[in-house]
């Protein structure tokens, strides 16, 4: 899964979140379309086609991060 903002780093996903913006999720691709609303999912980043440097586990509530696990 994505973040609907192209995050550079973890820190930058996880001060955006500290700030309360709302960041939502998608997955690219054939899968898109059945992304939670609720529960955990894993995040990678930066967005393809950059090579990932980070992941992360995230809590969605109505669609939108809002803990970093």
């Known amino acids: 899964m994505y973040t609907t903002i ?3 780093t ?3 996903l ?4 500290l700030n309360n913006e709302a960041i939502g999720i998608f997955q690219p ?5 059945k992304e ?3 529960g955990s999912v894993t ?4 967005h393809y ?4 440097k980070w992941y992360a586990r995230a809590t969605i509530k109505n ?5 970093i696990n």
């Open 14 to 17: 996880k001060n955006a979140i």
């Open 6 to 8: 192209n995050f550079k």
């Open 36 to 38: 939670p609303m609720d």
């Open 49 to 52: 086609p950059e090579p990932h």
């Open 29 to 33: 691709g054939p899968f898109g379309g």
């Open 63 to 67: 669609g939108l991060i809002v803990k």
């Open 43 to 46: 995040l990678e980043g930066p």
């Open 10 to 12: 973890k820190k930058a």
